[in-house]
């Protein structure tokens, strides 16, 4: 609409300085204005992703990471109001859009395991990070990195879809998202990519992320298997005999982490459970407010405009102009002008208003679908705190595990936790369980 209103302006100072009728241009100025929101026609994308044709072998299913989003929330308070963000609102949803990728990914039989970790890890070969650029109930935009565990960076793109109110009619079934094209395309996007690679990659892929994990617990064992290059990619040098002890114990670790991990699925399951009735809800109830927002500040900037055109015009038209009936039109110009301006400052006002109905609905749903804090307990040990600090301090006993299984002090702890409490019948003395 940018163009065709430079146009329209441009055409109607032209008209003015002929001398034609400036009043009945401004007002109709004023209805083309007035219809300059365009209306766009949106689906609920319903279709399945696509699945890849021939069976893999097991060895070929690549096992797939995705870290909890970045929230993208600004520190300034200010900045949170312009841009409609309720900080709490984003955080949840930061950990809801990666579960709701890894069920659909999960879904299409393309990949091994597909589990939402805290953070990137390399107990998996592929890992997802994703930043939250925009999110409401009429539109969402994020931005998605892939990267293996080679270092080889798959792509970064920004997905974006918005939603049709029919998404949250009741018939709608629960699996479908009113997004779902962000993550049905995010889904076909890494399908393709994985049809480029060859069976000889995708081996090495999986080496590459066991040596990187096996470096993390025993860096001086496992130092010369893998390299790293000026460029942050990773080169496999060697691998490990397969009846290598030191690697046993590496996979063993690893199962643990892995159990770790899928407990905290169930975590991220009842999460989505419990804060979706009413993060749908606010989503339904800042679809119109969103639309009407967003339609609003159009209307306004471009009235803005047009009164703005049409004053120039009639003050040009009575200044080069001594013809008592342009001299008329040139006034009426001006007063079309002036409530053109007027009510630009009407929309802008009624926009605010939107914006503040917005953040009401947020305030109100921050309650219910907060994140919470849980207390998980394995056969091992009780880890306590919010999710990342449990993934932290698991990271440590199972460092410890590793060493105390060696039969020696882990050199990075400290001296008064450089060993591990444990029998020789592998029973935990802190917590009495089996690990």
């Not at 970064?156 to 998404?167: D, N, V």
């Not at 290598?244 to 991220?268: A, C, G, Q």
Request: proline share 5%; charged share 25%; glycine share 6%.
């Amino acid at each position: 609409m940018t163009g065709d209103l430079k146009l329209t302006a441009s055409a109607f100072l032209r008209r003015a300085q002929g001398g034609v009728p400036l009043g009945l241009l401004g007002l109709c100025l004023m209805a083309l204005l007035g219809g300059c929101v365009s209306e766009t026609v949106r689906i609920v994308d319903m279709t399945p992703p696509e699945q890849l044709a021939r069976q893999q072998a097991e060895s070929e299913l690549l096992d797939i990471g995705i870290a909890i989003f970045d929230p993208n929330v600004p520190e300034d308070y200010d900045e949170q109001v312009k841009l409609l963000i309720q900080p709490d609102i984003r955080r949840a949803e930061a950990n809801y859009m990666p579960y709701f990728a890894k069920n659909l990914l999960q879904s299409t039989g393309n990949w091994g395991a597909v589990r939402v970790v805290p953070r990137p890890t390399h107990a998996v070969d592929v890992s997802i990070t994703g930043r939250i650029l925009r999110s409401n109930g009429e539109s969402m935009a994020v931005e998605i990195s892939v990267e293996d565990a080679t270092g080889q960076k798959w792509f970064t793109r920004e997905y974006e879809a918005l939603a049709s109110k029919y998404a949250y009619d009741d018939g709608i079934p629960p699996g479908i998202d009113p997004f779902q094209t962000i993550y049905k395309n995010l889904a076909n996007d890494l399908l393709e990519y994985r049809k480029t690679l060859s069976t000889e990659h995708v081996h090495e892929i999986r080496a590459t992320a066991e040596m990187k994990f096996a470096q993390d617990f025993a860096p001086d064992a496992f130092a010369e298997h893998i390299g790293e290059t000026d460029d942050g990619e990773f080169v496999l040098r060697r691998l490990p005999a397969e009846d290598d002890p030191m690697l046993t114990r590496v996979r063993k670790v690893r199962e643990r982490e892995y159990l770790f991990i899928d407990t905290l699925d169930e975590y991220y399951e009842n999460f989505q459970r419990e804060m979706y009735p009413a993060y749908q809800s606010w989503r339904k109830a800042t679809y119109d407010e969103a639309i009407a927002y967003k339609e609003l500040k159009a209307q306004s900037t471009a009235r803005a405009i047009g009164g703005a055109v049409a004053i120039a015009g009639g003050i040009a038209a009575m200044s080069e102009s001594s013809n008592a009936y342009v001299d008329t039109s040139g006034i009426v110009s001006i007063m079309s002008g002036a409530m053109l301006l007027k009510t630009a400052i009407a929309k802008r006002d009624e926009a605010q208003m939107h914006a503040q109905v917005l953040e009401e609905v947020g305030v109100a749903a921050e309650a219910e679908i907060m994140p919470h804090t849980i207390e998980l307990e394995n056969q091992s040990v009780r880890l306590q705190g919010n999710v990342d600090e449990q993934y932290e301090e698991l990271r440590v006993i199972l460092r410890r595990l590793y060493f105390a299984d060696l039969g020696i002090p882990d050199p990075a702890a400290p001296a008064s936790e450089s060993g591990l409490p444990a029998d020789e019948d592998g029973i935990d003395d802190t917590t009495g369980h089996e690990p």
